[in-house]
């Protein structure tokens, strides 16, 4: 049973840092992408990066690009995601999810319950 377990969520300041994680277990985590996405009030989910099995590829949608970076760490089973110079439209809730085999980060199966990240006004 496949089950990813994020942390790292918090209440921040513009302009400030955080770092989340998502332990994930329940399959063999290296051999498949990851991704993260995004939900903010009354949006659509929404796609936020990715990363291939081994580590060596990276995406990211525009508006995070230059200040969040996607890592794992699979001999840990643990995808990370740390986000600086955070804006208000940052805010949102975080979700770790399972792409598909090898390069796959585009497939989104399972999630886990969320993180909730606030950039206070």
């Known amino acids: 049973q496949v089950q990813l377990v994020e942390s790292g969520g918090d209440l921040v300041q513009p302009g400030g840092s955080l770092r989340l994680s998502c332990a994930a277990s329940?399959?063999?985590?290296?051999?498949?992408?990851m991704s993260w996405v995004r939900q903010a009030p009354g949006q659509r989910l929404e796609w936020v990066a990715g990363?291939?099995?081994?580590?060596?590829?990276?995406g990211y949608t525009d508006s995070v690009r230059g200040r969040f970076t996607i890592s794992r760490n699979n001999a840990e089973n643990t995808l990370y995601l740390q986000m600086n110079n955070l804006r208000i439209q940052d805010t949102a809730v975080y979700y770790c999810?399972?792409?598909?085999?090898?390069?796959?980060?585009?497939?989104?199966?399972?999630r886990g319950q969320g993180t909730q990240v606030t950039i206070l006004s």
């Open positions: 999810t399972k792409g598909g085999r090898g390069y796959r980060w585009d497939e989104w199966h399972e």
């Open positions: 329940g399959f063999t985590f290296g051999d498949y992408a």
């Open positions: 990363i291939q099995d081994l580590g060596r590829g990276t």
